[in-house]
């Protein structure tokens, strides 16, 4: 089993739809859950960063954290086509130096 | 200083030769790391560096693969004998200290012919 599962899609929804996109984990030494946003052949670009349990809200972002279930959730409310992109889910752990990453899942917003 | 910076952003090798990367991470972050992503997939770990020191190297990196951080600054990131399978985008992140924030530069991306 991966340290971190991402179902990689691909999404398709029209513009103004709420998005769900979650990742699943098994290392419960994770206290630090970050979701990227990643363009073609573009490097990841840091969208939210939440410690431990709860949730978070930037925009039309909300990050969730669900400890006890080992599930992390980010939220796009009204979303618009320039949202579609590959969005990454990351964490780490005070005790482990590296992030590790789901493998991303493709949304696609159309107008 | 806008960010983490990547050069080349793309290289194109033939097989067999050595290629080096660079990353200059944000001006007051000692975290640096390195990670290779290809079509498809999240980043895969290479390696990574507080300061000067090299904390963890990847066990599925071969030896061909070497990363150095002089003085915590930049680091630069070898591959000698170049393969096919080495064709990727090669990532570089930093961070302020462990745990918070990583940043991640456009990327450098490998084709090996």
């Known amino acids: 089993q991966k340290e971190v599962e991402q179902d990689p899609g691909p999404l398709s929804v029209p513009e103004g739809a709420i998005v769900s996109l979650n990742c699943t984990y098994s290392n419960s030494a994770f206290q630090y859950f970050m979701w990227y946003r990643q363009y073609s052949r573009k490097g990841p670009e840091l969208l939210m960063y939440t410690y431990s349990s709860g949730n978070k809200e930037d925009g039309r972002f909300t990050a969730q954290v669900d400890k006890s279930s080992k599930y992390i959730s980010l939220f796009i409310r009204d979303s618009q086509p320039s949202d579609s992109a590959t969005y990454l889910c990351a964490m780490a752990a005070p005790t482990l130096g590296r992030l590790y990453f789901g493998r991303g899942t493709q949304l696609t917003v159309w107008p | 200083d806008t960010g983490v910076s990547q050069n080349p952003r793309h290289k194109i090798t033939k097989r067999g030769q050595n290629v080096t990367f660079r990353c200059d991470p944000i001006s007051e972050h000692n975290r640096l790391y390195w990670y290779r992503q290809t079509l498809g997939q999240g980043p895969e770990f290479l390696t990574y560096f507080q300061n000067e020191a090299q904390l963890e190297k990847s066990r599925l990196l071969s030896d061909r693969f070497s990363a150095e951080r002089p003085k915590g600054s930049f680091s630069t990131l070898e591959i000698q004998r170049t393969e096919q399978g080495d064709s990727a985008m090669y990532l570089c992140?930093?961070?302020?200290?462990?745990?918070?924030?990583?940043?991640f530069g456009q990327g450098t991306r490998l084709t090996v012919v």
């Open positions: 992140a930093s961070s302020s200290r462990e745990n918070t924030e990583a940043f």
